[in-house]
């Protein structure tokens, strides 16, 4: 089991920044890939970034150059800084973690936060 607990949402006006925070506890030597994504109101869940245990990372074309993903391996726990940020970047940000193929590649939420941005 993995547990992940998020932390660092909020209220920020256009232009600004936050940064999420998701630490993961349990057995966390079986994951491989970790990330961020996203479900504004109305819309489908989507990938913001993921980062690898080698440190590759992936991102949204919507995020690219405003977002960045980096994971501290010593505490556990992945970062989401967000910068220049806009009102459709709203939504509620949810922490995934996902296990290698030993463990049929399962993956975990955490229970979201919300960012909110307002014009």
């Known amino acids: 089991q993995v547990q992940l607990v998020e932390s660092g949402g909020g209220l920020v006006q256009a232009g600004g920044s936050l940064r999420l925070s998701c630490a993961a506890s349990g057995n966390i030597l079986s994951i491989v890939v970790m990330g961020w994504y996203r479900q504004g109101p109305g819309k489908q869940r989507e990938l913001v970034a993921t980062?690898?245990?080698?440190?590759?990372?992936n991102y949204a074309d919507s995020v690219k150059g405003r977002f960045v993903i980096s994971r501290d391996h010593a505490a556990n726990t992945v970062y989401l800084q967000m910068n220049s940020l806009k009102p459709e970047d709203t939504a509620v940000y949810y922490c995934?973690?996902?296990?290698?193929?030993?463990?049929?590649?399962?993956?975990?939420w955490g229970q979201g936060t919300q960012v909110t941005v307002s014009s």
């Open positions: 995934n973690a996902r296990r290698g193929p030993t463990y049929g590649n399962y993956a975990y």
């Open positions: 980062v690898t245990t080698g440190g590759s990372t």
